[in-house]
């Protein structure tokens, strides 16, 4: 763990406002990107962020060093509370069962060709179908190809193992191959 780091956790663990501030500043884009994408509801979104914060500053005495650095656990946090939205609220998602139960039988040459080059077109059809998914799977496809998180990052994220994460993602991703198979017909 860096000095900084450090630093600012013993600052946050002290309740100084200025070790909060400072957490704000350096990590409040990354929550508020994972937000965001999770609940596409900018006020929903705003209210789940603040929430992030305060349950952050309020449980940091149960943050470890050795499991995560400080940014991937106040993502954790911030995964948690919006799944937890999108779960209370009344979101429609749409199981990959919905779609026919050959979603096996796509291949990564049939996922490149219905997906496609992000132009205009492709890019709203795969905005359009990752509003379908369940919040577990839109938070997933958003940790990995948005945020750039390893596998092991979103484990941590997601209590789950790396193995599981890898399959959870090549199902997710064929699932939205479905989606806009179905949006194109």
Request: hydrophobic share 35%.
């Amino acid at each position: 763990m860096a000095e900084t780091e450090t630093h600012l956790i013993e600052g946050l663990r002290q309740q100084s406002p200025k070790a909060q501030q400072e957490t704000l500043e350096l990590f409040g884009r990354n929550v508020w990107a994972q937000v965001v994408r999770i609940v596409s509801c900018n006020e929903d979104a705003e209210e789940i962020y603040q929430d992030v914060f305060v349950k952050a500053f309020n449980n940091i005495d149960r943050y470890d060093g050795e499991k995560a650095s400080l940014k991937t656990w106040l993502l954790r946090i911030a995964y948690n509370e919006a799944v937890s939205f999108l779960r209370h609220s009344k979101t429609k998602t749409i199981s990959l069962e919905d779609y026919g139960n050959d979603s096996d039988n796509i291949s990564e040459e049939e996922m490149e060709r219905i997906i496609g080059r992000p132009d205009n077109e492709n890019i709203h059809m795969l905005r359009s179908a990752i509003q379908r998914l369940t919040p577990e799977e839109q938070a997933l496809i958003t940790m990995f190809y948005y945020d750039d998180l390893s596998m092991n990052d979103i484990a941590f994220v997601t209590g789950s193992t790396p193995s599981t994460i890898g399959s959870r993602l090549s199902r997710t991703r064929k699932k939205i191959c479905k989606i806009i198979k179905n949006i194109r017909l």
